[in-house]
Nanobody, 124 residues
Framework: VQLQASGGGLVQAGGSLRLSCAAS????????VAWFRQAPGKEREFVAY????????YYADSVKGRFTISRDNAKNMIYLQMNSLKPEDTAVYYC??????????????????WGQGTQVTVSS
């Protein structure tokens, strides 16, 4: 699976952005997908997760109620709708995929495939 993230940009606090992650592969629905983010000088941080069918989603407490992860398996696309953005949301955002669920969804090391990242900057 190859992943390509896009949709980042500069937005004022309180604004919205929608990130997209385009995936290759014929069995994309077999893969669970997550969004992570990494701010300068910080470790990569779990943001949101969606199961292969899209029937279940999970969020970090810091984004719960503001971000929504979704997917369109017919288009091989994953989305992250980000509302009520805060300056502390500033980071490079990555999409990641895994086929099996042997480890915690919040651990970067449990994902086999990564997109190249897209920068999100929220100004105060």
């Amino acid at each position: 699976v190859q992943l390509q993230a896009s949709g980042g940009g500069l937005v004022q606090a309180g604004g919205s952005l929608r990130l997209s992650c385009a995936a290759s592969g014929r069995t994309f629905s077999d893969y669970r997908v997550a969004w992570f983010r990494q701010a300068p000088g910080k470790e990569r941080e779990f943001v949101a997760y969606i199961t292969g069918s899209g029937s279940a989603t999970y969020y970090a407490d810091s984004v719960k109620g503001r971000f929504t992860i979704s997917r369109d398996n017919a288009k091989n696309m994953i989305y992250l709708q980000m509302n009520s953005l805060k300056p502390e949301d500033t980071a490079v955002y990555y999409c990641a995929a895994r086929r099996y669920t042997s480890n915690s969804m919040s651990l970067p090391g449990s994902y086999d495939y990564w997109g190249q990242g897209t920068q999100v900057t929220v100004s105060s």
